[in-house]
């Protein structure tokens, strides 16, 4: 089993760059690992995904081009770099664990970070 716990979230200004970072209490190399949001009154969408191994990527279309997913299995941990923030990127960020790759449902993956508030101003 795996308990992943994101951090990093901060209230940051339009345009500005900020990394979160999803460790793992268990080892993930396993795992196929993604990043979903939630903004008010929204559900949960895809932010980014990796494969187990690192060498593929997805983005949501939204996201592409500004954010970046990593992983260093070796520290069980998963990073977002989120550069060129909009307004439009406040949310609550979770992590999330899973076997099938890629995939952007939220039922694909079985284990979840409690999500860390990212808060971009205008």
């Known amino acids: 089993q795996v308990q992943l716990v994101a951090s990093g979230g901060e209230l940051m200004q339009a345009g500005g760059s900020l990394r979160l970072s999803c460790t793992a209490s268990?080892?993930?190399?396993?795992?196929?690992m993604a990043w979903f949001r939630q903004a008010p009154g929204k559900g949960r969408e895809f932010v980014a995904g990796i494969s187990w191994s690192g060498d593929r990527t997805d983005y949501a279309d939204s996201v592409k081009g500004r954010f970046t997913i990593s992983r260093d299995n070796a520290a069980n941990t998963v990073f977002l770099q989120m550069n060129s923030l909009k307004p439009e990127d406040t949310a609550v960020y979770s992590c999330?664990?899973?076997?099938?790759?890629?995939?952007?449902?939220?039922?694909?993956?079985?284990?979840w970070g409690q999500g860390t508030q990212v808060t971009v101003s205008s």
């Open positions: 268990g080892r993930i190399s396993s795992y196929h």
């Open positions: 999330a664990a899973g076997v099938r790759y890629p995939s952007i449902s939220i039922h694909e993956y079985a284990y």
